[in-house]
């Protein structure tokens, strides 16, 4: 008898259903439908927004310095077609094979972190050891790991259950799982990235089922340590950038004016495409890849980046409704991690180009220029398409029990439910 993905996930984490339950379950054929489909139209639209931004705001430094106008554009569009296989085949993945994966994942890219402080493999830029060499491949471990870490959360969570609620059981042990990531990042040094998984493991931690005054005393104790990095180098130069930008010492304020100033010269419609004053790499450095939404901005005016940010909303919405249509807690904590991920990751990237967050340095997700990224987050919305393909109508029951037993009223995803179609148990006296 073939093994199913379901079967296999069950022995994999000890499942003890009882016997009347997994009989059921075994006979029971899920219902698969067609994906969330406004998912991968908002995801599409801005990676060509991004390629087609990329180009606009690298050629002419590219000609200048290369002698190709294509070298910067033309690997984007290499990883955003990689990407856009790997989100194909991921889509067509039954997602819970992820719970058998997760382990070895999060093992994965936790080594990766390790070796990025090796000095024979890493590649420091900006100061920060944030990049793996190894051969010809360039990768940024960090994004792999965000990745790896809403896998692994979601299948722990779900295998816990209501015991997430407890200290012993739930907080210290997920401490001790997302604390050492976080530091590692944090020591690249990559605060914007930490930030990001930090954020993002919260969220989990909160819809699984967290203890609420565990979570008001870890972020009482997050100020203080926050507050003393922040204290030192290049932090707190960021910090005063973000004060007053237009008048902090030594240029510190420098790219944060230039992104206001793109943002002012585009107005309303914009200076059309490829009008861009800024892009050429001497007035905006960084206009490909961090700052890149302010070009945008100065191209296509308020209507264009509020085009980019409506897209991104969508993705948040579509992605928030896949969560709760989950048939089960894995599913459903994997598809929140995954909407969390990529809004918050946007939300500070947008932040730091119009004046709200410190400068932080990481990417707009699908729109600015790096492959490591790309790819990870078209696999990562893959599999947010194929939890999206068995998604069923709320008050509706699902066949797998195993994630059953979060009666507790706190703050949690929907549990496992069974399709309208599915044939019901027989009514017992």
């Not at 309303?268 to 861009?276: K, N, P, Y």
């Not at 991690?337 to 918050?344: D, E, H, P, S, V």
């Amino acid at each position: 008898m073939s093994t199913t993905p379901l079967t296999a996930v069950r022995a994999l984490t000890r499942d003890r259903t009882p016997a009347r339950d997994r009989t059921r379950e075994n006979t029971l054929q899920r219902e698969r439908h067609e994906p969330e489909y406004g998912i991968l139209v908002a995801i599409v639209a801005l990676a060509a927004i991004g390629i087609l931004m990329v180009y606009s705001s690298s050629a002419i430094k590219s000609l200048l310095q290369r002698d190709d106008p294509f070298a910067i554009v033309g690997p984007q569009i290499f990883w955003a077609a990689l990407g856009l296989v790997a989100m194909l085949v991921m889509m067509r993945v039954d997602y819970r094979w992820l719970r058998v994966a997760s382990v070895p994942l999060f093992v994965i890219g936790v080594a990766a972190l390790i070796l990025v402080f090796v000095p024979a493999l890493n590649r420091v830029v900006g100061g920060a050891a944030r990049w793996l060499v190894v051969g010809p491949l360039a990768a940024h471990p960090a994004e792999f790991m965000k990745l790896a870490l809403v896998v692994y959360l979601a299948h722990w969570f779900a295998k816990r259950g209501s015991a997430v609620h407890g200290l012993l059981t739930g907080t210290i042990p997920f401490l001790v799982i997302a604390g050492p990531v976080i530091l590692l990042v944090l020591l690249e040094p990559d605060l914007g990235t930490a930030s990001v998984l930090a954020f993002t493991a919260f969220t989990m931690f909160f819809l699984a089922g967290a203890n609420l005054l565990h979570l008001a005393g870890m972020a009482a104790a997050a100020v203080p340590a926050v507050g003393l990095m922040f204290m030192r180098g290049y932090q707190m130069d960021r910090i005063t950038a973000l004060l007053d930008p237009f008048h902090a010492p030594n240029d510190l304020g420098f790219h944060s004016v230039q992104g206001f100033l793109a943002l002012a010269l585009g107005g309303v419609a914009g200076a059309g495409l490829g009008e861009s004053r800024l892009a050429g790499g001497l007035f905006l450095p960084n206009a490909f890849n961090d700052f890149i939404f302010a070009i945008v901005g100065e191209e296509f005016g308020l209507v264009g980046a509020g085009l980019v940010i409506v897209l991104f909303l969508a993705f948040g919405y579509l992605g928030i409704r896949t969560s709760l249509g989950a048939p089960d807690t894995f599913g459903a904590l994997l598809a929140a991690g995954i909407t969390a991920w990529i809004c918050l990751q946007a939300f500070i990237n947008i932040g730091v180009v119009v004046g709200l967050i410190p400068v932080t340095g990481i990417p707009l997700p699908f729109v600015s220029a790096g492959g490591s990224s790309l790819v990870i987050s078209f696999a990562a919305v893959g599999i947010l398409l194929s939890v999206s393909r068995e998604t069923v109508e709320r008050g509706t029951w699902n066949d797998a029990p195993a994630d059953r037993g979060r009666r507790d009223g706190r703050a949690h995803l929907p549990g496992p439910r069974r399709g309208d179609s599915a044939p019901r148990p027989s009514r017992r006296a």
